[in-house]
Structure formats: C-alpha cells, structure tokens
C-alpha cells in the first residue's frame, strides 16, 4: 500500500468519493463492534419506538468511517492528529452514506481536509481532519 508524499498533495485537491452501503448488517454490526448497545442502533422496534423510522449509525461508527475515508486516501503513514465531526441527519439502515472531501488547508507540515457525509436526508457529518506524515 502506497502512502502519499507532501509534494503529491495540493490545497484544492479532491479526493475520490466513498460509498457505502448501510444494510442493517453494518448498522448493527459497528454499533456491536464499538460496545454501544443502546438499542436504536440494533433494535427497530425499540429504533421505533423512541420516535426514529430505523435504525441507524451511532457516533463511534461515523467518527471510524470519517478517519477511513482520509487514510484510505492518504496511505498507512499519514498520523490523524485531529478530528473535529459534527453530526447532521442520522444515517439510517437501507440508505447509502458517501463520503466526499477538499485538501483546504496547510500548515507546516500539517495539512486539513473538510469532509462532508451524505445520506438521502441530507449531510449526516461534516468533518475536519487534520493530519500529518511520519518523519
């Protein structure tokens, strides 16, 4: 796997888009893999009941798929030094969440991209990610 350099790397770039799927075996099985039970993320009756039309990604799940979708970009040596997610729509079982972003700032060796996560309601996150390289 390949990891970018800085002089690969220009304010302006856009990295490629990332699609996903929201079965309800996603769903379920990050909010099970991050140790968050509660059950509008795993039950739709209880999703139901507390007035969501489905169940849907808990906060862990997006901050993961965020920091994903910036290294994938970016290769194993970049180190994320920091996140910054604000949470829109919740993105619901059934739906797909995409995942687009902008290069937008550099500082030093630092460098922030914005990151925004779309679902059919509209942004599910939005997101700033500031990271580095390995010396």
Do not use: C
Not at 15 to 35: C, G, N, Q, R, Y
Not at 55 to 72: A, K, Q
Not at 92 to 107: E, Q, W
């Amino acid at each position: 796997m390949r990891t970018l350099t800085e002089d690969q790397i220009e304010i302006g770039a856009v990295l490629p888009e990332l699609s996903i799927d929201l079965t309800p075996t996603v769903v379920i099985s990050t909010a099970l893999a991050t140790m968050d039970f509660t059950p509008v993320h795993h039950d739709v009756g209880g999703a139901r009941a507390q007035g969501s039309k489905d169940i849907f990604l808990n906060i862990l799940t997006t901050m993961g798929l965020v920091e994903r979708y910036v290294t994938d970009w970016t290769g194993p040596e970049a180190i994320i030094r920091r996140i910054n997610v604000k949470l829109g729509v919740p993105a619901y079982a059934g739906d797909r969440l995409s995942f687009n972003g902008t290069i937008v700032t550099r500082d030093g060796s630092d460098y922030t991209v914005e990151v925004r996560g779309k679902v059919s309601l509209g942004d599910h996150a939005t997101a700033t990610v500031t990271f580095t390289f390995l010396p």
